[in-house]
């Protein structure tokens, strides 16, 4: 007996049904990106493994448990992409976009890859959105960035989201606080699990990620990155909030919102669903004013967020009414006799030439069973062709609905169903 194969565990099918509604996502966010003057890119699944190390940062769990990395038949190291800003960065400097007007807009549509524990919303494998801005310093790209990402949730037919938002700052107040945090901590080391403790040890901002209870009960007398902003800094955080506040946008200041990755300066940002549990949180980013010259070129502002579309369908699903969305053939074309067949087959392509969602079966079933298919896939309209119809030049259609039908002239049916659908 033939082996039966099975997907690896962490990946997922995504099928037709469900799909409608990652469709539904990329849709609404396509659209506002571009609305928003930002340009598509696509970068390769496979880079450098130390683009990501470089950027990500040794010591984040990206890097040291999650990457897929290996070594390719040239002998290269390589790594399927945990993330989608590393590699947007690098093709932003090696095309050379920095001469382009700035800022450079830019939104994707990716397949990330983390080996991490399988969850409900979170894969091995999952496809994420996101956009960077480039070459803008000023607080009001953070809040365009972040009122962006609220808008394409508001637009996926999410009701329920909460933002959180905080200043890590900048290279020189971040050393201040690193040092009174580390200071901190050692303090009340032998409370810590053994993780957390070997996070002090390498990447002591990490523990401000731990979700382990004992941690979180340490942490609540710890030092505030807050209390330790520059002057410069504080004025960019306040700015951002400012901008939020005249738009009207509800969020939450979290001192402990530090992100996952190493690159990020100042501006922080989570969105969170109101399910309960860690995996609530939909997606997120900030700035990263520092990336670029870590990667060979002078510095460079930016800003920007990456959200997974398994996490805001998982949200959908959770809401108590799905928005409304018919992404199945419009038009269900049915026909019955041999002539018939190929006018069916002939009318099923005019109309998707049309632009006009139509499917059929152009096969020896009889026309009960056709338009019971037609009903099971939810189409509004059937175009039924009999001998009659193709002798006659004319067409039957039918209100899926109410079962009315009336005869049009074959010609004119593309055009009748474009203003009735």
């Known amino acids: 007996m033939a082996k039966q194969f099975q997907k690896v565990r962490g990946m997922n099918d995504v099928l037709p049904e469900r799909a409608r509604l990652f469709d539904h996502v990329i849709k609404s966010f396509m659209q506002s990106a571009e609305a928003a003057g930002y340009g598509h890119i696509e970068t390769p699944v496979i880079e450098d493994e130390a683009l990501f190390i470089r950027t990500s940062g040794e010591g984040t769990d990206v890097v040291d448990k999650e990457m897929y990395n290996f070594e390719d038949r040239g002998g290269h190291r390589v790594a399927l992409r945990p993330e989608g800003t590393a590699g947007v960065a690098r093709a932003y400097i090696e095309n050379g976009m920095a001469s382009l007007p700035q800022p450079v807009r830019l939104y994707y549509i990716a397949d990330m890859f983390r080996y991490e524990r399988p969850q409900a919303g979170r894969s091995r494998q999952h496809k994420q959105i996101g956009v960077e801005m480039f070459g803008d310093p000023n607080p009001s790209a953070d809040a365009q960035v972040i009122t962006l990402l609220a808008r394409i ?48 040890r390498r990447n002591p901002l990490r523990v401000l990620d731990s979700k382990d209870p004992v941690t979180q009960e340490v942490l609540n007398d710890a030092p505030q990155m807050l209390n330790y902003l520059c002057a410069d800094c504080q004025k960019h955080f306040s700015g951002v909030l400012e901008y939020l506040d005249e738009l009207g946008v509800n969020y939450e200041v979290n001192h402990r919102l530090v992100r996952g990755l190493d690159y990020y300066t100042r501006t922080v940002f989570e969105f969170y669903g109101q399910r309960e549990g860690a ?18 070129t002078k510095p460079t502002p930016a800003v920007g967020f990456g959200s997974g579309v398994e996490r805001i369908v998982i949200e959908m699903e959770a809401e108590e009414d799905l928005p409304l969305i018919n992404e199945q053939g419009g038009v269900y074309v049915a026909s019955l006799g041999e002539p018939a067949r190929l006018a069916a087959f002939h009318m099923i392509e005019e109309l998707l030439d049309a632009g006009i969602k139509a499917c059929g079966s152009v096969d020896k079933d009889g026309i009960g069973s056709q338009l019971a298919r037609a009903d099971k896939l939810d189409v509004k309209y059937a175009v039924i062709i009999g001998q009659k119809e193709v002798k006659e030049g004319t067409v039957l259609l039918r209100d899926m609905a109410s079962g009315a039908q009336e005869t049009i002239t074959a010609t004119e049916i593309a055009n009748e169903l474009a203003k009735r659908l």
């Open 153 to 200: 949730y508001r637009q996926a037919g999410l009701r329920n989201v909460g933002l959180q938002i905080n200043s890590i700052g900048d290279q020189t107040c971040r050393a201040k606080y690193r040092k009174d945090f580390v200071d901190y901590l050692e303090e009340h080391v032998d409370k810590l699990p053994d993780l957390d403790r070997d996070r002090l």
């Open 279 to 296: 995996m609530s949180a939909l997606g997120g980013g900030g700035r990263y004013d520092l990336l670029l010259g870590e990667l060979g």
